[in-house]
């Protein structure tokens, strides 16, 4: 049995869940070293959810294997539930009931007394900020509100493996920075937390290692600074005075950063990839600047930015080509 | 930019890092709860969820009413004579009927929870795995409780006299609690089989009605045609209404009871395993 913060929290191999038609996930390797935050970035319906549930033994995986400290999910599922804890997409409390009463009732599920229970479930309220909404049923919290007591019923018992199912989506920026806290504090106390995300800046801030599944598939895995070297570090973004010097800014831009332009909406705006392979992008940005100035492209606004994840999407599939500028 | 909270609601406490951690730090975890435990636990719950939602007591106490008052007066003079003399007959019946019908709603609210991101969370705790039904039908047999009391009540207003007492009367209400409990795990089932809350309650119309009305609850099934009283006599609520009837009237029904305490195993044992691989599986 692995312990709690040394060798792997989460291990599989060859993982597939099929629903009808649609092969949900087609055989996901993973490895997740305990003791850290392990990002899974990708879109919706790329897989993340149906991934988790897998490992959280809410669903059977159709082939393949998945150990939880050392326990297979199908056969030792019983073990793998007495270590991990899952905070799933929509609030995991029962809304009817109040704040104080879900965590009770989960603390008595856990095992403790009714004393221990409610001091406990206190205990997390007050930790938690929701000290003054003990008493109120849970339909008449806010998203973050929500998302809080939903984690606080995760952690009654501290646990090994904390699942955190794109916890942040829909939330306001305060209430995401709060949960961010809770996320820095509870794998601060040794906890291992995999937490999935539509958000390369998310996985950015709390992940130690990332892995981007697209189509059920594990497309890149590594840690935050191996995936920024393969995608690029970030790109710049170019707004020009007149719509018609687009087509020349661009080939200027690809031939200067050799990399893929991307033409926006808006029909002054292009985006391009710099830093690739570890090269300075702020360096690189800087010489396309110069290099579209001297070929005589106004340049209204520019600004360099991290990838965003469609960017990094697109350069770990090649999909989206078809709207890069025609040579 | 502000963001609003709900009214009321104070958004604005925030997270405390330092106690967080402290409450975090390796805590001693206590033995996983017993089986009995848990269910009463979840059977708790769904106490606390009454308390939340009284509304749904409804079903349990001006509905038997109805029953009582409508069958009463409406069969009571062409069947028996008199209205009280047919209550004699009916009430045992009519109780059997009203709480049979009443377990139907296990299904709807096991299917309403299911949509509802908190089953996940039940699903992924250690514990013993039928505990969260178990924790519906306890609840369900306070339920039944009320139900059956409210009925009582009504039925010794309008002149029901039964001949056993109050310890005969208490023996029809446990058997019938018995036979309801298992009796629900059909509707488990269905809470969980099912795709919505709509289709299980119109499939578990087509059960209960010609499961209930189809026995000897209201008339006795003499007068009826052969393959008819064939149905009617091998019908476990015909059983389950004569047991009743039986004990409340002071006698001691063998047959029908032992004839009612097989479908009750027979319910579990079939339902309460289809039941559990369904909320396995899902």
Redesign the interface.
């Known amino acids: 049995m692995s312990g709690?913060t040394d060798g792997l929290a989460v291990e599989t191999a060859g993982l597939v869940k099929t629903f009808g038609e649609t092969r949900a996930v087609d055989g996901v390797d993973l490895s997740v070293p305990a003791g850290t935050v392990y990002g899974v970035l990708g879109p919706n319906g790329a897989g993340k959810t149906t991934v988790v549930?897998m490992l959280?033994?809410?669903l059977?995986p159709d082939s393949g294997r998945a150990r939880v400290f050392g326990h297979d999910v199908v056969r030792e599922a019983?073990a793998v539930?007495?270590r991990?804890?899952?905070t799933?997409?929509?609030?995991?409390?029962?809304?009817?009931?109040t704040g104080t009463?879900n965590l009770v009732?989960?603390g008595?599920?856990?095992?403790?007394?009714r004393r221990?229970a409610r001091e406990?479930g206190d205990?997390?309220l007050?930790?938690?900020?929701?000290?003054?909404?003990a008493a109120?049923?849970v339909k008449?919290?806010?998203g973050?509100?929500r998302r809080?007591i939903d984690i606080a019923?995760s952690?009654l018992?501290?646990p090994d493996l904390l699942f955190l199912d794109e916890p942040t989506t829909g939330l306001?920026?305060?209430?995401r920075n709060?949960v961010w806290?809770?996320v820095?504090?509870?794998v601060?106390?040794?906890?291992t937390v995999l937490l999935t995300t539509q958000y390369l800046d998310e996985a950015d801030r709390l992940a130690s290692r990332v892995a981007v599944i697209d189509r059920g598939t594990v497309i890149a895995e590594g840690t935050k600074g191996e995936l920024k070297a393969s995608v690029g570090a970030g790109s710049v973004h170019v707004r020009l005075r007149d719509a018609a010097q687009r087509r020349r800014a661009g080939e200027v831009l690809r031939l200067v950063l050799d990399a893929e332009v991307q033409l926006e909406s808006d029909p002054v705006a292009l985006t391009a990839r710099v830093g690739a392979g570890g090269r300075g992008a702020a360096e690189q940005a800087a010489r396309a600047l110069a290099e579209l100035a001297r070929s005589g492209v106004t340049v209204d606004d520019f600004s360099l930015g991290q990838p965003s994840l469609d960017e990094v999407f697109l350069a770990l599939t090649g999909r989206g080509t078809k709207d890069e500028v025609a040579a | 930019m502000t963001?609003t909270?709900?009214a009321?609601?104070?958004?604005l406490?925030?997270?405390?890092?330092e106690?967080?951690?402290a409450?975090?730090?390796?805590?001693e975890?206590?033995?996983?709860?017993s089986a009995l435990?848990?269910s009463l636990?979840?059977g708790?719950?769904a106490v606390?969820?009454i308390k939340?939602?009284p509304e749904q007591l409804f079903d349990v106490t001006a509905f038997p009413v109805m029953m009582v008052l409508m069958y009463t007066y409406l069969f009571g003079g062409a069947l028996a004579g008199t209205p009280g003399e047919y209550l004699q007959y009916l009430l045992p019946g009519i109780l059997v009927l009203s709480v049979v019908m009443i377990t139907m709603y296990t299904g709807v609210s096991v299917k309403a929870d299911i949509e509802?991101?908190?089953f996940?969370?039940?699903?992924?705790?250690?514990?013993w795995r039928p505990s969260t039904m178990v924790g519906y039908l306890l609840g369900d047999a306070l339920r039944y409780t009320i139900a059956s009391m409210v009925m009582l009540t009504v039925g010794l207003v309008l002149g029901y006299r039964p001949a056993g007492g109050v310890g005969g009367v208490a023996a029809g209400v446990a058997l019938l609690l018995v036979f309801s409990f298992a009796f629900s795990w059909i509707w488990t089932m269905f809470g969980l089989l099912l795709r919505t809350e709509k289709s299980v309650m119109s499939v578990s119309m087509m059960v209960i009605f010609p499961l209930t009305f189809l026995s000897n609850v209201f008339v006795d099934p003499r007068t009826m045609p052969g393959w008819l009283q064939a149905f009617v006599d091998n019908n476990p609520v015909t059983h389950l209404a004569s047991a009743v009837r039986g004990l409340m009237a002071g006698g001691w029904p063998a047959a029908a009871t032992v004839w009612t305490l097989g479908w009750t195993a027979l319910f579990v044992l079939v339902f309460g395993p289809v039941t559990m691989r369904l909320y396995n599986?899902?």
């Open positions: 709690r549930r959280a033994t809410l059977r019983d539930r007495g991990v804890s899952l799933g997409q929509y609030a995991s409390v029962d809304e009817d009931m009463e009732l989960l008595r599920l856990l095992g403790h007394g221990a406990r205990q997390l007050t930790a938690f900020g929701l000290g003054d909404a109120k049923q008449h919290y806010s973050g509100m809080r019923a952690i018992n501290t306001d920026p305060r209430s709060q806290d809770i820095r504090a509870v601060a106390q040794g906890t | 963001t909270a709900p009321g609601s104070k958004d406490a925030s997270v405390s890092a106690s967080l951690a409450l975090l730090v390796a805590m975890r206590p033995a996983r709860p435990s848990a636990t979840f708790w719950r606390l969820k939340h939602v509802k991101g908190v996940d969370r039940f699903r992924t705790l250690p514990i599986r899902r």
